[in-house]
């Protein structure tokens, strides 16, 4: 006996994220809702990673210390790796937390390197730390920029520069030609400096020196790439925003060429430089550097074009966005953006973009998943690797969050029962398209035709004792069932 039943089969490995187009045109392997999720390599769709407190007592939350205060949030950490005259490196994380610096061996204990709270004039100021020459350079706009050498657990480590080679007050740097480059000196907005070569400390001598940067263009110097295919790239803002490529290898041969403009990146920390492409965040969305150049720098080019409604929708909090900040993890193949959602106070929403599946192409599909933090809120970050405390995992890349409550947390924890944030739970939930757009029979217009609904298969490997809720919506009629996927599975009828 014949039959009208046609199967449709809708692979999850074809589409991310889609939440400007309507839902009623878009291709089923989209989805519309991707919270707490990530992709794995072959564009499968799986829970994303938790994050626990760094601590010797990690699982003891009565134990949990704050390296200040609950109230002093953690403005900046690092991870330190410093080798001098030996071939075997000593690993330090470094942190700012109010206004004291704080180091650790990995091992979960921090060490105060000030005798007192004594860095930062804004205990709440947006901190960088930089690794150059052997030390961790830490600044913050504010306070005068200090070092940090590694060499010990104390605040004798800790070197300011003297008067006659002595640093100005700078916001940010960063480290190419083994010379530090710096920007964000208050009397100069559209300079850039740079210390002498081999002489991070040296600012004034006959080998360091400065240029501006279109000076009078109504913005000013905001960050510096990392360097980046023997460039350094430089991000003007925060009004109109443009971008220059700084080539050449000694100061007689450095040229100035701009190679972009409009789209302002918000601050430093927005600025993520990997070693294929170099990201950043405006307060009108995400850009890549090689997108822009190739293709312009209009809105079809973005490559939060799918998300775009997060911006055009006031979904985020416009006032917060200044105090975004960005991380990539290679292991994971993602860069992130940390932001406030609209109405509310924390940081706790992760924007992570898969490089790897997506393509940057205009109008190329774009993997984007948010992730959603429960019980705590992230100032910073940074994809660190991981020490001794964690010994199922020493040596690998996790990403590690500042806390708002004054507690660093470590990422990529996946293994049974570590599904949380802190021991705070949180959902993972996918929405697909509303599916319209059907196999028809032949002479059959797929959208107008009717049609009935005999059940759905779905699939899961699910890893640890978890259960899945399952909802579909015909008609407006939702139904729903709940599967246990401890012990292999469940049959779902």
């Not at 839902?23 to 794995?40: G, M, R, S």
């Not at 924390?346 to 992730?371: E, T, V």
């Amino acid at each position: 006996m014949s039959t009208k039943n046609t199967q449709m089969t809708v692979h999850p490995a074809l589409g991310g994220l889609d939440i400007s187009s309507d839902p009623t045109v878009l291709d089923p392997n989209f989805l519309t809702v991707a919270d707490n999720i990530e992709y794995k390599e072959g564009g499968q769709r799986k829970k994303r990673p938790g994050f626990r407190v760094y601590s010797t007592n990690s699982t003891d939350s009565a134990s949990w210390k704050p390296m200040v205060s609950s109230s002093a949030s953690v403005r900046a950490i690092e991870d330190f790796w410093r080798y001098g005259a030996s071939l075997t490196p000593t690993q330090h994380y470094v942190a700012v937390t109010g206004a004291s610096i704080f180091a650790s061996t990995g091992g979960g204990l921090w060490s105060p390197l000030t005798v007192s709270s004594s860095f930062g004039v804004d205990s709440n100021r947006q901190t960088s730390i930089t690794l150059a020459g052997d030390y961790a350079v830490i600044s913050d706009g504010q306070s005068t920029p200090v070092a940090y050498d590694g060499l010990a657990l104390t605040s004798t480590t800790l070197v300011t520069p003297s008067t006659g080679a002595q640093w100005p007050v700078f916001t940010h740097t960063t480290y190419h030609l083994n010379r530090l480059f710096y920007q964000g000196v208050s009397t100069a907005p559209s300079l850039v400096g740079y210390t002498a070569a081999n002489n991070i400390f040296d600012s004034t001598g006959t080998d360091s020196g400065s240029f501006t940067i279109n000076a009078g263009d109504g913005d000013q110097v905001m960050a510096l790439s990392k360097p980046f295919y023997g460039s350094l790239y430089i991000f003007k803002g925060p009004q109109k925003g443009s971008v220059f490529q700084l080539s050449g290898s000694t100061p007689s041969t450095f040229a100035i060429a701009q190679v972009g403009y409009g789209a302002p990146v918000l601050n430093p920390r927005a600025l993520v430089t990997t070693p294929t492409d170099v990201f950043w965040l405006s307060q009108f969305g995400v850009h890549s550097l090689q997108t822009t150049v190739k293709f312009g720098n209009v809105e079809q080019a973005f490559l939060s074009l799918p998300i775009q409604g997060l911006w055009r929708d006031r979904l985020l909090k416009r006032s917060a966005l200044a105090n975004a900040w960005g991380f990539w993890h290679p292991q994971r193949n993602i860069v992130g953006w940390v932001v406030t959602p609209e109405g509310e106070t924390s940081q706790h929403w992760l924007l992570c973009y898969n490089y790897a599946l997506s393509d940057p192409k205009p109008g190329g599909k774009k993997f984007w998943s948010i992730w959603k933090l429960s019980g705590f809120g992230a100032i910073s970050g940074d994809t660190m690797l991981v020490g001794p405390l964690d010994a199922n995992h020493t040596g690998d890349p996790h990403l590690y969050l500042g806390g708002d409550n004054g507690l660093l947390m470590e990422g990529d924890q996946e293994d049974s029962g570590s599904l949380n944030d802190a021991l705070a739970a949180y959902t993972s939930r996918i929405v697909t398209p509303t599916i319209t757009r059907f196999k028809a029979q032949k002479g059959d217009v797929p959208e107008t035709q009717e049609k009935g609904f005999v059940g759905i298969v779905t699939y899961f490997n699910p890893t640890g004792s978890v259960s899945a809720n399952l909802s579909v919506t015909v008609d407006r009629r939702v139904q729903s069932t709940s599967i246990s996927l401890a012990g292999g599975g469940a049959t779902l009828t």
